[in-house]
């Protein structure tokens, strides 16, 4: 130890400088007085570092751009943050794959750049719970009904959860473990019970309600001793069942009972909405909006008249047809017929007939189409005499 003390002390330490640099230094010291404020002693690893600084910054300002990959749109962020929020079990792959049906290509390593890792999946809540297993529930549960007799059947109700539709129900004064499992039997047939049916601890869910149960493979779920909370949904149907229907009226007896509730539950599947359905009825039903009006079309206005026109002018046809010499009476409307009609006027009327298209006249009995028609040939029309062969010989004209 003590050698290598002597090694230290015999080394020079000092910087050895020369007559040049001593110059330099004594030179700046008089043209800078400000140098000591200036002078930083620092290691040369720190040197290094910022030479490296300025080369990545001088480069960066001659490409004139951002540097690294374009940015990601604020909506597509905020779709992955909800998503990985709202899944904690997915990974950065299948949110890539869920991203990619949505037609947004996003690399898996933008993904796991953006959404939110979690320290450990949460638990689930209440309501998530119920919402997986709303399929699977099946509420069961007895009211009084009083009559007008003094008598008070019961009512039992078996209420799925799922589309909140009333399964099954009946009526009987006198309910029995017997009777109760018969209900759950007609209630679900065919091996389609339910697998956690909810009721609570009546005696009358006797063994042989146990025992029916049990052969179904279905697993009850009791609720606690005096807590009719626990059991929500059967409470909640039978509190509608008496405000919508049994408090407005007066029941006479059991068959009177059972045709009033059969009525409402078929206005209660079909018609009633329900707030935990998004305010639709147990049995989807479509929406029906005003129906829209007809469009305004000028060319399907029909004139008041011109339906009767078309008749006079269909027997004016097939008068002319069918080649008799008569004199066609018009219909009485005809006038305002020919006030509502505009004729053509052709540039070489016809010399056997006038101007005027509602005064057809014979030109062969001496009659100017000016001059003014008599009494009685007033109000109908002259078709010119024409010869046929085979003609009567004293059938000139005749009057229609």
Known sequence: MRHQLAVYQRRDVRAHTRVADRLLWAWLSRAWTGWRDALVFVKPGTVI????????????RLSHGRPGRPALAKAVRELIRTMSTANPGWGSPRIVGELAKLGIEVAKATVEKYMVRLRKPPSPTSRGFLDNHVKDLVSADFFLVPTVTFRVPFVFVVLAHARRRIVHFNVTEHPTAQWTAQQISEAFPWEAGPRYPIRDRDRVYGPAFRTRVERMGVEEVLTAPRSPWQNPFAERVIGSIRRECLDNLVVLGERHLRRLLGDYFAHYHAWRCHRSLDMDCPAPRPVHGPEPEP???PKLVVHPNAVEASQVALEFLETVA?????????????????SSIRFPRFPHPSPGLSRRPGDIRE????????EP??????GR????????VGEHPHSTSGEI
Not at 55 to 60: K, L, P, V, Y
């Open 373 to 378: 028609e008599s009494s009685a040939s007033a």
């Open 322 to 338: 069918s080649g008799d010499h008569a004199f066609l009476s018009f219909h009485p409307s005809l006038p305002s017929v020919e």
């Open 295 to 297: 469009e305004y079309d």
């Open 363 to 370: 030109t062969e009995r001496g009659r100017r189409p000016s």
């Open 49 to 60: 570092t910022w030479q490296r600084r300025r080369f990545r910054d001088h480069w960066a």
């Open 381 to 388: 029309a002259v078709m010119p005499q024409r010869s046929t």
